[in-house]
């Protein structure tokens, strides 16, 4: 499913209109027309309600408009707020405008702070408001006069309607741009834009519907976006059926390299987890003096004993035994619970340069490439890279608030730029490949904010990519799958207190849904398509 930025809808638009020839003010009407059904589903509203719309001088603003006819074409009492002149207003927000009148909606000018502070009592007697002020070219921050109309609308306790996107929230970031709209519901044009579906965008926009307004699909496909939203039929189409003769010899043998003193848990978590995605058989590489307390935590997965320092920790003198143990693998996971001294540091990048299969690079292996990310370009094989914002700060010498801010940037040009597909972990999940798209996953809840869960996903995509999936697949796969085992527990057991264990535990079962088509309903915002 596509997710547009402000630059793409935009083309978009000027293609259909100038290239294809449907006119702008049919896009509107289709626009205005969808929203108020989507209005009419999600508001109780009939004759005895009011209905005041709040709308700029825009395009915006114009939508809002045609929104107002059909309001009073099923009895509603709309009131439209224009905050401008009527002069101002040009184009098909114009011509839309002048119908208005003829219709004897009231329309009242409200060009600036002292205009509005006379109308803000009869704002207070709507029962819904529709936000149709600033659109998706928001770009810097809203100040002065718009500001204070937001934020009254915010403080009015009233249910509001946003039209294409709250206003103030950036379509690109779902960042808030100084003062936001917080929308009951927002009825969206042709595509979701990124900015819906990435926090904090996600608590501003509530419920989400996608309106079809006749963009052609030929002009969709040049247009091409980079952007996806992760759909419970992209991963039934890329899961593939299992022979009946399978065996585990058929079904892939993943190498996990990972473990040191205290850290045991995320070697073994890493190695149960990837069996438990389905990976026929994991052999899990350790520092010998942790094997028994190893093969005690791990039962089905076998243990390799790799030589270690005095502190009990991997060094270089473990290079050639792995790069052994990799000849008849088809995955390799290094990185869980490894550790940071140096001379760990410098057998783990060792590994990775050396590597000829499939690499899911998590946690120290990480910490490891920390100022020596560029030869990462030059890898023997495909690598996936699963940091959280902390560690991508590490990686890259940025501030982690500032990543967040732009996660979806931040992970495109480091997968393009080092060829690697690359996970930004986190609520709404970026997954970046180095072909510069971009895919968003909607699973997953805020009781996956414990320990552990990382070592769980990594083990879950390497065990998928030993199957044989690519590593494009095996992300898109093993992402949502995490997420949807989650989202089962927050269902099932409650909102916070499983723990990753659980999680792992609960991957057979979510694979099972998926490939019998039987979905979370809490797997997807509500989205809905006209």
Do not use: W
Request: glycine share 10%; net charge neutral.
């Amino acid at each position: 499913m596509y997710l547009v930025t402000a630059n793409e809808m935009r083309e978009m638009d000027r293609q259909t209109i100038e290239g294809f020839g449907i006119p702008g003010r049919v896009l509107m009407e289709n626009a205005g027309r969808g929203a108020t059904r989507i209005f009419f589903e999600n508001f109780n509203c009939d004759a005895n309600k009011k209905v005041g719309i709040v709308a700029g001088r825009g395009n915006n603003g114009g939508d809002g408009f045609v929104i107002a006819r059909y309001l009073l074409q099923k009895g509603v009492k709309v009131t439209v707020y224009l905050l401008s002149e009527q002069s101002n207003v040009t184009g098909d927000a114009a011509s839309n405008l002048k119908l208005l009148s003829l219709l004897d909606i009231p329309v009242f000018e409200i060009p600036d702070k002292k205009a509005f502070s006379e109308h803000k009592s009869s704002l207070l007697h709507q029962n819904i408001l529709v936000d149709a002020i600033l659109g998706t070219g928001l770009k810097s921050d809203v100040r002065g006069y718009y500001k204070g109309v937001i934020e009254f609308i915010n403080n009015s306790n009233k249910p509001v309607f946003a039209v294409d996107i709250p206003s103030g929230l950036n379509s690109d970031t779902g960042q808030p741009c100084g003062s936001c709209i917080h929308a009951n519901t927002t009825a969206t044009f042709a595509f979701a834009k990124t900015g819906h579906l990435l926090f904090p965008g996600v608590n501003y926009t509530g419920n989400l519907a996608v309106v079809d307004i006749g963009i052609p699909s030929h002009i969709v496909e040049k247009v091409s976006p980079l952007q996806h939203l992760i759909t419970p039929e992209l991963i039934r189409n890329l899961y593939k059926e299992r022979p009946s003769d399978a065996h585990k010899g058929n079904t892939g043998h993943l190498l996990v390299v990972a473990g040191s003193p205290g850290k045991t848990g995320a070697a073994a978590m890493t190695a149960i987890s990837a069996m438990r995605a389905g990976a026929g058989l994991v052999t899990l590489g350790a520092p010998k003096s942790l094997n028994a307390v190893l093969e005690s935590q791990v039962l089905e997965a076998m243990t390799f004993q790799l030589e270690e320092t005095e502190d009990g920790m991997l060094d270089e003198s473990s290079f050639d035994t792995i790069l052994d143990l990799l000849k008849n693998k088809k995955c390799l996971a290094i990185g869980p619970g490894v550790g940071t001294a140096d001379k760990t540091k410098n057998l783990v990048c060792r590994v990775i340069q050396h590597c000829t299969v499939p690499m899911v690079i998590d946690a120290d292996g990480l910490n490891s490439l920390v100022g020596n990310t560029k030869f990462l370009k030059n890898l023997k094989a495909p690598a996936i890279l699963t940091p959280h914002p902390g560690e991508m700060s590490r990686l890259i010498d940025i501030d982690p608030s500032i990543i967040q801010r732009d996660r979806i940037n931040y992970a495109r040009d480091f997968a393009k730029k080092f060829n690697v597909h690359l996970i930004l972990k986190g609520a709404r999940t970026v997954i970046a490949h180095p072909n510069g798209k971009v895919f968003i996953n909607p699973t997953g809840n805020s009781g996956m904010a414990s320990g552990g869960m990382g070592d769980v996903l990594t083990g879950v995509i390497a065990g998928i990519v030993a199957q044989g999936y690519s590593s494009e697949s095996a992300s898109h796969i093993g992402v949502y799958l995490h997420g949807m085992a989650a989202d089962a527990l927050g269902k099932n057991c409650g909102p916070f207190g499983f723990l990753a264990s659980d999680v792992m535990k609960a991957i057979p079962e979510q694979i099972g849904n998926l490939m019998d088509s039987k979905f979370s309903p809490r797997s997807l915002p509500r989205t809905v398509f006209l």
